[in-house]
């Protein structure tokens, strides 16, 4: 695969950066929001779902490697 070059994150600080400074600004911002209207699962869902997702995985994990010690267990004994 090739090396892909980051992007430039940094303000340009040259001597002409003045000069495109002003025009950047009058620009005005535009911010766009979407309504949601949910029900109380769908907005406990929408709250919870990283720690639920990451508990659930955790537990399926715990669970998974506790099958293959009982099983290891049954082999050996």
Known sequence: MAKR??????RYSGEDAK?????????????RYEAVDRGRIGQWW???KRTVKIVAGTTAVVVF???LLFELLRILF
């Open 5 to 10: 070059n980051k992007k430039r994150t940094k």
């Open 19 to 31: 000069q495109l400074q002003p025009a950047a600004e009058s620009q005005p911002t535009i911010h």
């Open 46 to 48: 929408f709250e919870k």
């Open 65 to 67: 490697i506790g099958w």
